[in-house]
């Protein structure tokens, strides 16, 4: 039996390529697997994954009245060209999209060839590429019931998780990190490129902390810092399993990848959601999860307070009795069976 060949999309920043990474994972040693991006940060993130690439470069529209918006028309005909080009050469049987500007040329090229479309959303409010795709796919999957309801085609299937977050050792990962005693870790994520705005905020602060928490800082590329002894600061940790094992508390954007995981792995968080430059999905995220009491929030420009947010989140058991109470599911498997469905269908 000829072995089924997918084409993955999706990107423009990490959160939409990492849930890719986490399906196509579980899916390597059943079908061939591609990926069509731009030379941004999916290719870098895909790159280890070792699977055939293919670069379309997208526009992407700036939500802002600026001239180099005039020319998006012309250089979105010419991503649609070449993205038209690879699917009819290339024959996937089904396209899988992650969403962000990046992912359009895929999606549009494999509807124009009839070949079947599945789009994932991770935000409560749907980004405009999935508003613009969405009738070109046979289903819309969504990591919030709530953001189904809004499409016809729209299915909740939960949030898919790379299955190495679920791995890790607390003791071993204190060791990786230095840390010793029982002074508990405070993890501060500012997402795949770091967040200013959280790291400055912890540097003002930093005395004040280290006096309750050791710190285990990703401060995104180019933005490590020399830190005294209990705070240890990296770019990136390709080893997250780690990173969330050794966490008592958690710093972090509201992107809805980065909740889901929190969620799922029981880790109390205080949220920052990002505030300038946004359509306003991550405040929306950060809402929902704090209105079922999975976590606190605090707006940016509040960030004044962070140390006794963080001391009122981690010497309060609500949050942590909402997540024990929680029956979260890591939404890799839903998604299988919906690829699986969408390959097998035929329309009439």
Same mark, same amino acid.
């Given at each position: 039996?000829?072995?089924?060949?997918?084409?993955?999309?999706?990107?423009?920043?990490?959160?939409?390529?990492?849930?890719?990474?986490?399906?196509?994972?579980?899916?390597?040693?059943?079908?061939?697997?591609?990926?069509?991006?731009?030379?941004?940060?999916?290719?870098?993130?895909?790159?280890?994954?070792?699977?055939?690439?293919?670069?379309?470069?997208?526009?992407?529209?700036?939500?802002?009245?600026?001239?180099?918006?005039?020319?998006?028309?012309? =250089? @979105?005909? &010419? #991503?649609?060209?070449?993205? *038209?080009?690879?699917?009819? +050469?290339?024959?996937?049987? $089904?396209?899988?999209?992650?969403?962000?500007?990046?992912?359009?040329?895929?999606?549009?090229?494999?509807?124009?060839?009839?070949?079947?479309?599945?789009?994932?959303?991770?935000?409560?409010?749907?980004?405009?590429?999935?508003?613009?795709?969405?009738?070109?796919?046979?289903?819309?999957?969504?990591?919030?019931?709530?953001?189904?309801?809004?499409?016809?085609?729209?299915?909740?299937?939960?949030?898919?998780?790379?299955?190495?977050?679920?791995?890790?050792?607390?003791?071993?990962?204190?060791?990786?990190?230095?840390?010793?005693?029982?002074?508990?870790?405070?993890?501060?994520?500012?997402?795949?490129?770091?967040?200013? =705005? @959280?790291? &400055? #905020?912890?540097?003002?602060? *930093?005395?004040?902390?280290? +006096?309750?928490?050791?710190? $285990?800082?990703?401060?995104?590329?180019?933005?490590?810092?020399?830190?005294?002894?209990?705070?240890?600061?990296?770019?990136?940790?390709?080893?997250?399993?780690?990173?969330?094992?050794?966490?008592?508390?958690?710093?972090?954007?509201?992107?809805?990848?980065?909740?889901?995981?929190?969620?799922?792995?029981?880790?109390?968080?205080?949220?920052?959601?990002?505030?300038?430059?946004?359509?306003?999905?991550?405040?929306?995220?950060?809402?929902?999860?704090?209105?079922?009491?999975?976590?606190?929030?605090?707006?940016?420009?509040?960030?004044?307070?962070?140390?006794?947010?963080?001391?009122?989140?981690?010497?309060?058991?609500?949050?942590?009795?909402?997540?024990?109470?929680?029956?979260?599911?890591?939404?890799?498997?839903?998604?299988?069976?919906?690829?699986?469905?969408?390959?097998?269908?035929?329309?009439?």
């Amino acid at each position: 039996m000829k072995v089924k060949y997918l084409m993955f999309t999706g990107g423009g920043s990490a959160g939409h390529v990492t849930p890719n990474l986490a399906v196509m994972q579980v899916l390597q040693n059943r079908y061939r697997l591609a990926y069509m991006g731009t030379q941004g940060i999916e290719r870098t993130l895909v790159s280890a994954f070792g699977c055939p690439y293919f670069t379309v470069e997208c526009p992407k529209l700036i939500r802002a009245f600026t001239p180099k918006n005039l020319a998006l028309p012309f =250089a @979105l005909r &010419e #991503a649609q060209k070449k993205a *038209l080009a690879v699917i009819e +050469r290339e024959k996937p049987d $089904l396209v899988f999209s992650k969403g962000g500007y990046a992912s359009y040329p895929a999606v549009w090229a494999a509807s124009k060839l009839h070949i079947p479309v599945l789009t994932h959303e991770s935000d409560l409010s749907p980004g405009l590429c999935t508003r613009i795709v969405a009738k070109r796919c046979r289903r819309v999957l969504t990591s919030f019931p709530e953001t189904a309801a809004r499409f016809p085609n729209g299915v909740c299937v939960g949030s898919p998780m790379r299955r190495e977050l679920f791995g890790g050792d607390r003791q071993t990962a204190r060791r990786r990190y230095g840390f010793t005693g029982d002074v508990p870790v405070l993890l501060v994520l500012g997402g795949g490129s770091g967040s200013r =705005a @959280l790291n &400055e #905020a912890v540097e003002a602060h *930093l005395p004040a902390l280290l +006096r309750r928490f050791c710190i $285990l800082q990703l401060c995104g590329k180019g933005n490590v810092t020399p830190a005294p002894k209990g705070c240890v600061r990296l770019e990136y940790e390709t080893d997250m399993g780690s990173a969330y094992a050794c966490a008592d508390l958690v710093l972090s954007r509201a992107g809805s990848n980065t909740l889901f995981e929190l969620r799922a792995l029981k880790k109390p968080a205080l949220v920052v959601p990002l505030a300038r430059r946004t359509r306003g999905d991550q405040a929306k995220n950060a809402a929902y999860f704090a209105q079922k009491g999975w976590c606190d929030v605090l707006p940016e420009r509040r960030l004044g307070e962070l140390p006794a947010a963080l001391l009122r989140l981690y010497g309060s058991a609500t949050v942590r009795a909402a997540l024990a109470a929680d029956r979260a599911e890591n939404g890799t498997q839903n998604i299988l069976g919906e690829i699986q469905a969408a390959i097998a269908y035929r329309p009439k």
